[in-house]
């Protein structure tokens, strides 16, 4: 069993930054794929990054450039840098966890935030 725990999301006006992490419990928190969706409202959940348990890291192109995905297994915590943010970037952001990094990135993870909101003013 895993359970995520999401922090850092708030009110930034356009242009600004944040950095979202996501506290994952267990003791195998370095075999799983890690990886970040977003859902606006009215609008359906949409995939925005994934890390593979190797490090490899996979962007939607929309915020390619702008997000960075990173892992530290040693605090089994999964960071989303977000830069330049737009305000369609407003959302809840939800953290997930999978043991495939595929299964993770079609939205079918096992494992899942309760979200964080993410607000960007314009």
């Known amino acids: 069993q895993v359970q ?15 950095r979202l992490s996501c506290a994952a419990s267990g003791r195998t928190f370095s075999s799983y794929a890690m990886g970040w969706f977003r859902q606006a409202p009215g609008k359906e959940r949409e995939f925005v ?15 390619k450039g702008r997000f960075t995905i990173s892992r ?23 953290c997930t966890a999978d043991t495939s990094t595929r299964v993770l990135v079609n939205g079918t993870g096992n494992y899942w935030g309760q979200g964080t909101q993410v607000t960007v003013s314009s």
Request: charged content about 15%; cysteine-free.
């Open 4 to 18: 995520l725990v999401e922090s850092g999301g708030g009110l930034v006006q356009a242009g600004g930054s944040l």
């Open 49 to 63: 990054s994934a890390i593979s348990w190797r490090g490899i890291s996979t962007v939607y192109a929309a915020v």
């Open 72 to 94: 530290d297994n040693g605090k089994n915590t999964v960071y989303l840098q977000m830069n330049s943010l737009k305000p369609e970037d407003t959302a809840v952001y939800y």
